[in-house]
T-cell receptor, first 115, second 114 residues
């Protein structure tokens, strides 16, 4: 069964350092999402791609976060500099599209701890 | 604004039936999803409702009433492995920059006891 791949699974960093997360969606999925999930809360969308284009980054803190999906396949989310409040689970998801029964499938996530 | 409400925690007994409720108030509606999330793991898809009524899938069923802004997830014959957080998410076609954005509730943490 096809899965969304993410790496690393865990990342510990010090504040002011740069971190990067990688995601490889299910093959053929045009839509890719990055979510942040704080413990005890539901996932919150940071950025959404349709192929290589950003269609929603309204909740992305653009002063420190950036995301790209250059060839419309895998994607990278970067934080520079990291702050204590960035400690969270970062989830990547993908779907065929955004309508009808298109379901978002999640990867295993990256647990970020900022010290 | 967007609002999705679920109970924070529930406790049930192994072998029993439990119903997890979700109410929502969103700008628009284009489907409701339920996901299961074990501690420290990614959410996994359970069910999807877009029309009123009951969708059954094995031990799990999900119900939707669009006029009431209400859904529930029904878990039958509870097993210990069902202990997890259950997330309700609404697809809203009008909210935010992207079409059909998925808005998640905070989740209901279900503890199944022997």
């Amino acid at each position: 069964e096809a899965e969304v791949a993410q790496s690393p699974r865990y990342k510990i960093t010090e504040k002011s350092q740069a971190v990067a997360f990688w995601c490889d969606p299910i093959s053929g999925h045009a839509t890719l999402y990055w979510y942040r999930q704080i413990l005890g809360q539901g996932p919150e969308l940071l950025v959404q791609f349709q192929d290589e284009s950003v269609v929603d980054d309204s909740q992305l803190p653009k002063d420190r976060f950036s995301a790209e999906r250059l060839k419309g396949v895998d994607s990278t989310l970067k934080i520079q500099p990291a702050e204590l409040g960035d400690s969270a689970m970062y989830l990547c998801a993908s779907s065929l599209g955004t309508s009808g029964t298109d379901t978002q499938y999640f990867g295993p996530g990256t647990r970020l701890t900022v010290l | 604004g967007q609002n999705i409400d679920q109970p924070t925690e529930m406790t049930a007994t192994e072998g029993a039936i439990v119903q997890i409720n979700c109410t929502y108030q969103t700008s628009g509606f284009n489907g409701l999803f339920w996901y299961q999330q074990h501690a420290g793991e990614a959410p996994t898809f359970l069910s999807y409702n877009v029309l009123d009524g009951l969708e059954e899938k094995g031990r799990f069923s999900s119900f939707l009433s669009r006029s009431k802004g209400y859904s529930y997830l029904l878990l039958k014959e509870l097993q210990m492995k069902d202990s997890a957080s259950y997330l309700c998410a609404v697809r809203d076609p009008y909210y935010g920059g992207a079409a059909n954005k998925l808005i998640f509730g905070t989740g209901t943490l279900l503890a199944v006891q022997p």
